[in-house]
């Protein structure tokens, strides 16, 4: 049988070392999603690293308090015929100071830090695959436009018209998300559908009282808050996930509190299901007469599912793993990403392309050493191929 011909990028000689050099001063450059200047500094970084590679860099200032976005053009002989979008967000769940708790380091074939995983790592990955294809000379099929996000992490307020629009302009869109475990597949799979996620807001509104002398006359919307907690919670079925993760409340411990805020997130697989937790959420009442409750929707993540040409894409992702040396499989997943909007869209998109790890969001958030240079030359296949 005659042998398979070869595919230069997946031959390119990435390496390890040079790559976690490279992934330090991002993860050593603390962004979380609420610090815009913080934010900022990191698209700084960015952008100096992809103008050192001949993009055409572009800063797209911030709106509703949150930091600006990178959009970084590659020339390309074909011109301004539809491409590839790289989809990536620098912000992180770690408030400035987490490295103090979680500074950069190796130990055991992983490397931790805030925010490696989610998304840093993947996001360099992404611009070493385009950096060692340029060194190669080897031209990606169709030109490559990454636009770097400031505000995945809470929902993609400010910037999803913008990732729309980029996407529309676009014929396929790559997004270096944290790869998924995959069963015995030492290398994990890909993403081809996400759940559908749905935020909301609520307020608890009762009567101060002060709390030592005159402790019955007063309504405390932080009791009632916790009694909503408990009810929303138990509302999670297989259809639909209930859970709150944000609770304010009260500003003296010897006063009944007047208000009290929360912020809860719905998640379920199907449309119908994320529908119908939205009508449940916006039905709530308060169970006292004398305390009020307001429940606002706030930002939400259509389902994306997968259709022909997102399985097509995944196939080419697939095959081009089999030629590196190992199984891929696929899935549709929870967690959201910017992928549910392009996905959403029609336009074929691929997610969870970056770097295999774990405890991502937490204080032992890391990546798997042995997974840089495998993922790397599949996203480098992937930008010469699709």
């Known amino acids: 049988m005659d042998a398979l011909p070869a595919i230069p990028a997946l031959d390119l000689p990435f390496d390890t070392d040079t790559i976690?050099?490279?992934?330090?001063?991002?993860?050593?450059?603390?962004s979380p999603t609420f610090d815009a200047a913080a934010v900022d500094r990191m698209m700084d970084l960015a952008a100096r690293d992809l103008a050192m590679m001949g993009a055409r860099i572009e800063r797209i200032p911030g709106r509703m308090g949150f930091g600006g976005c990178v959009r970084a053009r590659f020339p390309h002989p074909a011109g301004e015929v539809p491409g590839i979008l790289v989809l990536a967000h620098l912000d992180t769940v770690h408030p400035v100071g987490t490295l103090q708790a979680l500074p950069f380091r190796r130990e055991d074939g992983r490397c931790y830090g805030p925010g490696i995983c989610d998304m840093k790592g993947g996001t360099l990955l992404a611009i070493e695959a385009i950096r060692e294809l340029a060194r190669a000379g080897i031209a990606t099929s169709r030109p490559v436009t990454v636009l770097l996000t400031p505000d995945e992490e809470v929902g993609t307020p400010s910037t999803r018209d913008l990732i729309e629009a980029e996407a529309s302009r676009h014929a396929v869109v790559l997004v270096p998300e944290p790869g998924r475990p995959e069963g015995d597949s030492p290398m994990g799979g890909v993403v081809t559908g996400r759940y559908a996620i749905a935020r909301?807001?609520?307020r608890t509104t009762g009567r101060p009282s002060h709390a030592g002398?005159?402790?019955?006359?007063?309504?405390?919307?932080?009791?009632e808050m916790c009694r909503q907690i408990l009810a929303i919670e138990g509302m999670t079925t297989e259809a639909a996930t209930y859970s709150v993760g944000v609770i304010h409340g009260g500003q003296w411990?010897?006063?009944?509190?007047?208000?009290?805020?929360?912020?809860?997130?719905?998640?379920?697989?199907?449309?119908?299901?994320?529908?119908?937790?939205?009508?449940?959420?916006?039905?709530l009442g308060s169970s006292?007469?004398?305390?009020?409750?307001?429940?606002?929707?706030?930002?939400?993540?259509?389902?994306w599912e997968a259709d022909a040409p997102v399985m097509a894409l995944y196939e080419q992702a697939r095959a081009l793993a089999a030629r590196i040396g190992f199984t891929m499989g696929h899935e549709s997943a929870g967690g959201g990403s910017d992928g549910n909007?392009?996905?959403?869209?029609?336009?074929?998109?691929?997610?969870?392309?970056?770097?295999?790890?774990?405890?991502?969001?937490?204080?032992?958030?890391?990546?798997?050493?042995?997974?840089?240079?495998?993922?790397?030359?599949?996203?480098?296949g992937l930008l010469a191929r699709v």
Request: glycine content about 8%.
């Open 20 to 30: 976690l050099s490279r992934l330090r001063p991002w993860v050593e450059c603390e």
């Open 200 to 202: 909301f807001n609520l």
């Open 253 to 283: 411990v010897n006063c009944v509190a007047t208000h009290c805020d929360a912020e809860a997130l719905s998640m379920a697989k199907r449309q119908s299901d994320l529908d119908e937790a939205v009508r449940r959420m916006l039905a």
């Open 288 to 303: 006292a007469t004398d305390v009020s409750l307001e429940v606002r929707r706030g930002v939400t993540r259509p389902v």
């Open 213 to 223: 002398a005159r402790l019955s006359d007063g309504r405390s919307a932080i009791r």
């Open 341 to 380: 909007f392009t996905g959403a869209m029609g336009v074929p998109t691929l997610d969870g392309l970056g770097v295999l790890g774990g405890g991502y969001h937490t204080l032992g958030e890391y990546i798997r050493e042995d997974s840089l240079v495998p993922r790397a030359r599949l996203l480098a």
